[in-house]
Nanobody
Framework: QVQLVESGGGSVQAGGSLRLSCAASKYTFDNYCIAWFRQSPAKEREEVGNLAKNGIRFVADSFKGRFTISKDNAKNILYLQMNNLKPEDTAMYYC????????????????WGQGTQVTVSS
């Protein structure tokens, strides 16, 4: 069974940084695409980036330059480093897994974590 556990959310001021964590098993990382999504009120869930089974990392264009994805292989944790945060980054951030190739569509993912809230104040 795939389990994804997010952590690291919180409240920061604009311009600050946060690092989110997504913990999963080694099996999950070896066999699933793992992605970060976010959702704010009245908006659809959007992909921030992902880590494919082959280790290739992707960050959506709208987040490049501020957000990066990395993985700690020893701890089996996927990180989302968020810098220069803006109030519009306020959202619930989710980790998701998909057994096949990576997709930017939330509906394509089968497993979701509980989410971690990020709030950025101006």
């Amino acid at each position: 069974q795939v389990q994804l556990v997010e952590s690291g959310g919180g409240s920061v001021q604009a311009g600050g940084s946060l690092r989110l964590s997504c913990a999963a098993s080694k099996y999950t990382f070896d066999n699933y695409c793992i992605a970060w999504f976010r959702q704010s009120p009245a908006k659809e869930r959007e992909e921030v980036g992902n880590l494919a089974k082959n280790g290739i990392r992707f960050v959506a264009d709208s987040f490049k330059g501020r957000f990066t994805i990395s993985k700690d292989n020893a701890k089996n944790i996927l990180y989302l480093q968020m810098n220069n945060l803006k109030p519009e980054d306020t959202a619930m951030y989710y980790c998701a897994a998909r057994a096949r190739y990576c997709s930017g569509l939330a509906d394509a993912f089968d497993y979701w974590g509980q989410g971690t809230q990020v709030t950025v104040s101006s």
